[in-house]
């Protein structure tokens, strides 16, 4: 395996945290980075692979200031991990235009703003990979998390079409979307639920706080997995464009593929009916 330089974003808990240890356990060199140094410490410990660094996602100062603290430190940025991101949930007459935003500025401006100050590095150096975590709910809908699944699909996108753009440059772009794992995720340290009650909807938001909430660090897709999957991708001449993780995430991919190609049957003759001249 080769030495890369890493940088994580999100690495206090959960998936970015994990990946953080896997890879610093696998003798690569780690920026782990999260909205509060010592939390990064305090799980990932100090030794000479890792920078710790200060870096919340929205904040562009810091995004600008951790970049250059990796560039100092280690010389390159191999793999970017774009893990920072947090879910909002709740039906959509329950939220408000602050908290669209405030789930936009993290999960897609704060990734947008990441990539943005690395691909420079990544780019003179004629090579990089990109790691963007999305979700299944960048594939598919899903009740009482559509500004969540908005965010993602924006993530995958834009991931898409990024890919595109620095392929000739050597840099690879893979968008991870995981199932349910078990990390903070669905635990009120991390998720946000909507305080306004719209009495139409009251079983469905019953429904969201009765299924989703109990799942929460039961989920089945184990995050120690998961960053090892991270990093045998990374270690690929040419990794996927997309990789789901976890059992569930192929089922519901699955099933939204299904639900896209059984659409585009039904209503081919209809579709190709739009091609026309002008008059
Ligand atoms: N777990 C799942 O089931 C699941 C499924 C699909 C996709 N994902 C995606 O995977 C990623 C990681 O989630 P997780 O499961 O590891 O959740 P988690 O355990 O809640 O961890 C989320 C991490 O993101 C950080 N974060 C949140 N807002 C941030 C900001 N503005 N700037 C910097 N860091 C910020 C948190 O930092 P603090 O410690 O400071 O809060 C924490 O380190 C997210 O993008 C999530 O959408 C998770």
Redesign the pocket.
């Known amino acids: 395996m080769t030495t890369r330089t890493w940088f994580i974003?999100?690495?206090?808990?959960?998936?970015?945290?994990e990946t953080a240890r896997a890879a610093l356990a696998a003798g690569h060199q780690v920026v782990a980075?999260?909205?509060?140094r010592g939390?990064v410490i305090a799980a990932l410990g100090e030794s000479e692979a890792l920078l710790a660094l200060e870096?919340?996602?929205?904040v562009p100062a810091q995004i600008a200031a951790a970049v250059d603290a990796a560039r100092e430190r280690f010389g390159r940025i191999d793999v970017l991990v774009n893990?920072?991101?947090?879910?909002h949930l709740g039906l959509f007459e329950q939220t408000t235009d602050a908290d669209v935003r405030a789930q936009f500025e993290?999960?897609v401006f704060?990734l947008f703003n990441v990539t943005r100050a690395v691909l420079p590095l990544m780019r003179a150096q004629r090579g990089g990979h990109v790691i963007n975590?999305?979700?299944?709910?960048g594939i598919a809908g899903f009740a009482m998390a559509g500004i969540?699944c908005a965010s993602?699909f924006a993530v995958e996108g834009f991931s898409l079409s990024l890919a595109e753009e620095v392929r000739q440059f050597g840099i690879c772009v893979t968008i991870v979307?995981?199932?349910?794992?078990?990390?903070?995720?669905?635990?009120p340290?991390?998720f946000r639920l909507p305080d306004i009650a719209v009495p139409d909807y009251a079983d469905m938001d019953a429904q969201l706080r009765n299924t989703y909430l109990p799942y929460n660090h039961l989920?089945p897709?184990d995050?120690v997995r998961l960053a090892q999957a991270l990093l045998q991708l990374a270690d690929r001449a040419d990794p996927p464009l997309r990789f789901s993780a976890g059992s569930d995430a192929l089922e519901m991919v699955g099933a939204r593929l299904a639900q896209l190609g059984a659409e585009l049957d039904a209503e081919r003759a209809l579709s190709a009916s739009v091609d026309g001249q002008w008059a």
Do not use: E
Request: glycine share 20%; proline share 4%; charged share 20%.
């Open positions: 974003t999100g690495a206090s808990r959960g998936i970015g945290l980075t999260g909205r509060r939390d870096l919340d996602v929205t893990n920072a991101g947090y879910g993290t999960n704060g975590l999305s979700s299944v709910a969540y993602k979307g995981p199932g349910f794992i078990r990390t903070d995720f669905l635990d340290s991390s989920q897709g995050p």
